[in-house]
């Protein structure tokens, strides 16, 4: 599966953001789906990340350092990953990754991850 991120750019701190991740494919909904960051000097880490499966079975899961401001959702109809991002701090600046796991549960460990798209860049200014 190929993933294309968009949605990045400059933004005050406070403000929003809403990042998409469109899959290539027809098995999107077999694939746990992830957003991770990596600022500069720094290793990537996780964010957020939602599982394989129908609406249903949803269960979404977020770093300590954006729960209550990030939200992921996951389109299975439009191939599509979604992150939107509020109340954005000068700390929320890195780029931006999404990743897929095929049949998988939404792991916060980067090495699960089968497939990555190119980043797309996230500044907060203060």
């Known amino acids: 599966v190929q993933l294309q991120a968009s949605g990045g750019g400059l933004v005050q701190a406070g403000g929003s953001l809403r990042l998409s991740c469109a899959a290539s494919g027809r098995t999107f909904s077999r694939y746990a789906m992830g957003w991770f960051r990596q600022a500069p000097g720094k290793e990537r880490e996780f964010v957020a990340s939602i599982p394989q499966g129908g609406i249903s079975t949803y269960k979404t899961y977020y770093a300590d350092s954006v729960k209550g401001r990030f939200t992921i959702s996951k389109d299975n109809a439009k191939n599509t990953v979604y992150l939107q991002m509020n109340s954005l701090k000068p700390e929320d600046t890195a780029v931006y990754y999404c990743?897929?796991?095929?049949w998988g549960s939404g792991t916060v460990v980067v090495g699960q991850y089968d497939y990555w798209g190119q980043g797309t860049q996230v500044t907060v200014s203060s």
């Open positions: 990743a897929a796991e095929l």
